[in-house]
Nanobody, 115 residues
């Protein structure tokens, strides 16, 4: 059974930092982060492929860093120099299945960047 849970969201001022944590187990493909604001589609933030390659959306490149502690089944999203437009619900996602065709989602954690 694939289990995904993220936490660590909160309120932070522009320019500040925040770290999100994703606990995931039972998956066998990639693992990553998406975010969504009301009225808009969920958008890609970052993804760790099984090869270890990490991809970032252009909007967060250079500010956000993903790391993984496989011994703890945990992934982190370190967010620095946060902007108001980073405000969103952040979701952790894990792919699984023979062709990695299934995706399990966490419930999301709210990140609000505001002065």
């Amino acid at each position: 059974q694939v289990r995904v849970m993220e936490f660590g969201g909160g309120l932070v001022q522009p320019g500040g930092s925040l770290r999100l944590t994703c606990e995931a187990s039972g998956y066998d493909c990639g693992l990553g982060w998406y975010r969504q604001v009301p009225g808009k589609e969920r958008e890609f933030v970052s993804w760790i492929q099984t090869s270890g390659r990490i991809d970032y959306a252009d909007s967060v490149k250079g500010r956000f860093t993903v790391s993984q502690d496989k011994s703890k089944n945990t992934m982190y999203l370190e967010m620095n120099r946060l902007k108001i437009e980073d405000t969103a619900v952040y979701y952790c996602a894990a792919d699984w299945g023979r062709e990695c065709e299934q995706t399990a989602w966490g419930r999301g954690t709210q990140v609000t960047v505001s002065s």
